[in-house]
C-alpha cells in the first residue's frame, strides 16, 4: 500500500492510492491491485495503451486499467525483470 501518481501520454499526472499484489517466478513478475483517486482522473486513464504507476519509492510500473468503478480502479502488470 502506499501513494503514488498515475501517468499516461495525453493526460496530466494524477496523484493516487494503491494497494500492488506481488506474483510470478524469478524472470517475470506479476503485479495487480487497486488505485484510488477521482473518478474523472481515473475515466481519462482507462483504456490508454501506455500507463505508468509510479510507485512512492520512485519504482515504475507498466499498468493497464481494467476494471473502473466509481473512485476505485484494478489494475494488472505483467513486466520481465
Known amino acids: ?3 503514488g501518481t498515475v501517468l499516461a501520454t495525453g493526460t496530466k499526472p494524477t496523484r493516487v492510492s494503491y494497494e ?3 506474483g510470478g517466478s524469478p524472470d517475470r513478475v506479476i503485479a495487480h491491485g487497486t488505485l484510488h483517486a477521482r473518478s474523472s482522473a481515473l475515466e481519462r486513464m482507462w483504456l490508454k495503451p501506455d500507463v505508468t504507476l509510479r510507485l512512492a519509492n520512485g519504482h515504475r510500473i507498466g499498468i493497464s486499467i481494467t476494471e473502473l468503478k466509481s473512485v ?7 513486466d520481465t525483470v
Do not use: I, T
Open 1 to 3: 500500500m502506499g501513494k
Open 72 to 78: 476505485k480502479a484494478l489494475f494488472r502488470a505483467v
Open 20 to 22: 500492488l499484489l506481488l
